[in-house]
């Protein structure tokens, strides 16, 4: 059993950043893939960032070149670091554990870009 808490999300005008963070229960980054997920209200679930055992990552589009995934396993912490917020990037975050059988969700963050 993974237990994911993230954190530090909140409100932030167009063109700031924030970083979130997800603590996870144990050692997990070398056996599963870890990521980050959104859901916009009235919008369906949205993978943002993830990071393979391998250690490649993978991002959305979307957020190319404005979003940083990492980890810090000395914390068994993973990040996401987002620069130039948009307003489309309102949503609730959630972190994710994964593997063959087995997902593990945080219980989300919510991130709103407003002025």
């Known amino acids: 059993q993974v237990q994911l808490v993230e954190s530090g999300g909140g409100l932030v005008q167009p063109g700031g950043s924030l970083r979130l963070s997800c603590a996870a229960s144990?050692?997990?980054?070398?056996?599963?893939?870890v990521g980050w997920y959104r859901q916009g209200t009235g919008k369906q679930l949205e993978r943002v960032a993830v990071?393979?055992?391998?250690?490649?990552?993978n991002y959305a589009d979307s957020v190319k070149g404005r979003f940083t995934i990492s980890t810090d396993n000395a914390k068994n912490t993973l990040y996401l670091e987002m620069n130039s917020l948009k307003p489309e990037d309102t949503a609730i975050y959630y972190c994710?554990?994964?593997?063959?059988?087995?997902?593990?969700w945080g219980q989300g963050t919510q991130v709103t870009v407003s002025s």
């Open positions: 144990g050692s997990i980054f070398s056996q599963y893939t």
């Open positions: 990071v393979f055992i391998s250690g490649g990552r």
């Open positions: 994710n554990a994964a593997r063959v059988g087995e997902s593990y």
